[in-house]
C-alpha cells in the first residue's frame, strides 16, 4: 500500500552545467507542506527557478527546479525534506498510527563557549558557516570584545541530529572551529545550556519605540530603499470566478532569495492550503505566481474583507521579508536586521550568516552581537543586533552597509 519511502522524495540531478536539479516530492498532503519543503531548500542555499503544485486534500505532488551549488550535500538535503513529509498512515485511516497534533520537535539547547585572542575581519562569518556545515542551528549569540582586544562568543545552539550530548559530536565542532580559526582559538567548550536557559530566543534587550516605529510598521512606505517610488510595485491580485471550489491568487513580483517560502509561510500561518500552484522566475529577476487556494473549512475565500487582508499581509512579506536598518546607538553605530517568526516557532534560515556574510565582504568588523525574539506589533519578530567597530565602520558609507547587507539577505548580491 501506498509508496515506497525511498520515492517520496527524488533528486533529479542536473545533466549540464548551469541546468536545475529537480527535486519531486510525492507524498500525502499536510496544511503547511510547501513551507516547510521551502524552508529546507532555503536553509540548504537553493534557489527556487520553478515550481508546480498539486494536490487533492489528501495526497500531493510537488514538483521544484532549483539552481543549487556545487557543494550541495543531496544526500542530506533528501534527508531533511522525507523529515517533514507525512507518512502513508496519516491518510489511511489506521488512527492507531497516526501521530494526534505533530508539532515541531523542541531540540536541546547547548552553550558553545569559546575565546579568541583576537578579533579579525569575518571571524563570525567563518564561525556561522562552520555551525551551518555542522547542521548546528544558531539560537541566540552574545558577542563582545574586551579592552585588551580578545573575544568571547557565546552561542546558544540546537543540533539537528541530536547528537551534541555525545563526546564524538562535540569533538566535531570543536575540531571544525580549530580548523577555522587556527591558533587564535584559545579556548572552547560546550555544554548543556539547562533549562534555565531554554528559552534564550527570548529577547532581553530593550528596543527604543524610533526603532520598532520604523522597522516593524505593518503599512507600505511612499518610497523604498534607494529613493525609489512605491508605486505597484508588487501585482496581487485573486479570482473567484475560474473554480467553483477554490479562489485563485495571482502575484507578479521582483524575485528574491526565498520568494516562495515567503510566499508559503504567510499562507501557513493564515491556515490556507494551496490546491495547485505553479511559479516561474524568470532571467531578468521577475516572477509570477499562480496559486489555487482553499481555507481550512475547504472552502474558498469569499469574504472581500478576508481578501483584502490576505492580499495585504501577503504584499508587506514579499516586498519587506526581512527589515534591515543604520541606527546611532550612542556613539556607535548599530545594525539591526530582523525578521518575522513562523506561528510555529521557527526563523528564517541563514539570516546571521548572510548578515556576516555581509559585513566580511564590506570589510566592516564585529564589536558585539545580540540576537533575540522580541513580540512587536502583535507579531514576533526575531531581532539582530549588530554593534560595529568604531575603528572601521566609518571607512564604509552607513548606505552602503545597510545596502550591501540588505543585498545579501534578499539574494541581490
Not at 102 to 107: D, S
Not at 132 to 154: A, H, N, Y
Not at 293 to 309: L, R, S, T
Request: glycine share 8%.
Amino acid at each position: 500500500m501506498g509508496i515506497l519511502r525511498e520515492d517520496v522524495v527524488v533528486i533529479s540531478p542536473a545533466e549540464n552545467a548551469g541546468d536545475c536539479t529537480v527535486i519531486s516530492v510525492n507524498c500525502p498532503d499536510k496544511t503547511g507542506l510547501g513551507c516547510d519543503l521551502c524552508r529546507i531548500i532555503l536553509l540548504f542555499g537553493l534557489s527556487i527557478s520553478r515550481g508546480d503544485f498539486s494536490t487533492d486534500g489528501k495526497w500531493c505532488y510537488i514538483v521544484l527546479w532549483v539552481v543549487g551549488k556545487t557543494n550541495t550535500r543531496w544526500d542530506l538535503l533528501e534527508k531533511r525534506l522525507l523529515e517533514v513529509c507525512p507518512s502513508y498512515f496519516s491518510t489511511s485511516g489506521i488512527d492507531y498510527y497516526r501521530p494526534a497534533n505533530p508539532q515541531p520537535k523542541q531540540l536541546d539547547v547547548f552553550l558553545l563557549k569559546f575565546w579568541c585572542s583576537c578579533d579579525r575581519k569575518g571571524l563570525l562569518h567563518d564561525v556561522t558557516r562552520v555551525l551551518f556545515e555542522l547542521e548546528l542551528t544558531i539560537k541566540r549569540v552574545k558577542v563582545s570584545t574586551t579592552p585588551d582586544g580578545k573575544v568571547m562568543d557565546l552561542f546558544f545552539i540546537t543540533d539537528t541530529r541530536e547528537l551534541l550530548h555525545t563526546k564524538e559530536r562535540q569533538g566535531q565542532t570543536i575540531l571544525g572551529l580549530k580548523s577555522a580559526l587556527g591558533d587564535i582559538l584559545e579556548s572552547c567548550e560546550i555544554e548543556s545550556a539547562g533549562p534555565e536557559i531554554t528559552a534564550c530566543s527570548l529577547g532581553t534587550s530593550f528596543l527604543p519605540s524610533a526603532i520598532t516605529e520604523h522597522m516593524f510598521s505593518l503599512e507600505l512606505p511612499a518610497r523604498f530603499p534607494g529613493g525609489l517610488l512605491a508605486s505597484n510595485p508588487i501585482s496581487i491580485t485573486v479570482d473567484n470566478t475560474l473554480s467553483p471550489s477554490h479562489m485563485l491568487i495571482q502575484v507578479i513580483c521582483q524575485d528574491h532569495k526565498g520568494l516562495i517560502y515567503d510566499t508559503m509561510r504567510t499562507l501557513k500561518d493564515y491556515n490556507i492550503q494551496v490546491s495547485y500552484g505553479r511559479f516561474f522566475a524568470d532571467k531578468k529577476g521577475g516572477c509570477e505566481l499562480d496559486l489555487f487556494i482553499v481555507q481550512a473549512d475547504g472552502k474558498k475565500i469569499v469574504d472581500h474583507n478576508k481578501q483584502n487582508a490576505l492580499c495585504s499581509r501577503l504584499r508587506m512579506e514579499l516586498w519587506h521579508p526581512l527589515r534591515v536598518a543604520l541606527v546611532n546607538r550612542g556613539p556607535d553605530t548599530e545594525l539591526l536586521v530582523s525578521n518575522p517568526v513562523e506561528l510555529s516557532g521557527r526563523g528564517r534560515p541563514l539570516v546571521f550568516h548572510d548578515i556576516t556574510l555581509a559585513l566580511k565582504n564590506l570589510n566592516t568588523q564585529i564589536f558585539s552581537v545580540e540576537i533575540g525574539r522580541h513580540m512587536i506589533c502583535n507579531r514576533e519578530w526575531e531581532v539582530y543586533r549588530i554593534l560595529l567597530d568604531e575603528g572601521d565602520s566609518h571607512h564604509v558609507p552607513r548606505n552602503k552597509i545597510e545596502e550591501g547587507v540588505r543585498n545579501i539577505l534578499m539574494g541581490w548580491e
